[in-house]
């Protein structure tokens, strides 16, 4: 049972989280070579901060049939990042949203799940030629 799956979230406010997450975000901000973003992550989930996230990954089936429903009568254009080798996030899962809105075009970084850090440039171009009059051609289409 991983923690998510315990019956309450006081087994995931447990002092050990700073150990869990040092652990998970090692392949995107080694402790040895990047200590300070190491440290940003983990200092993120202190004690009982990975809390609220694991209250909303809890309630994310039910909770994500609302906005579901509502992406097809979306106007506004829409960039997707996401890893396309996420190990975390199923890729049906990053292609759904694009399947739903109208407007949206899906970039898939050669990156996993820290597709941020670890591919930063592909990451970031979407949303800068977005900002930079792209969103006229997407609503165009």
Do not use: C, K
Request: net charge negative; glycine share 8%.
């Amino acid at each position: 049972m991983t923690r998510l799956e315990a019956p309450g979230l006081d087994d995931v406010r447990g002092p050990d989280a700073r150990t869990n997450t040092g652990h998970a975000v090692q392949p995107a901000a080694p402790g040895d070579t990047e200590p300070e973003a190491h440290q940003d992550y983990v200092s993120a989930y202190d004690p009982g901060r990975l809390a609220e996230p694991a209250r909303f990954a809890r309630h994310y089936p039910e909770q994500h049939q609302v906005p579901q429903d509502l992406l097809p009568a979306t106007p506004t254009p829409a960039p997707i990042v996401a890893g396309q080798n996420d190990e975390l996030v199923p890729w049906p899962d990053n292609q759904n949203p694009r399947q739903l809105l109208p407007h949206s075009e899906i970039h898939p970084p050669d990156a996993g799940h820290f597709a941020r850090e670890h591919a930063a440039q592909q990451h970031g171009r979407p949303a800068a030629g977005r900002v930079s009059g792209g969103y006229r051609r997407v609503t165009a289409g």
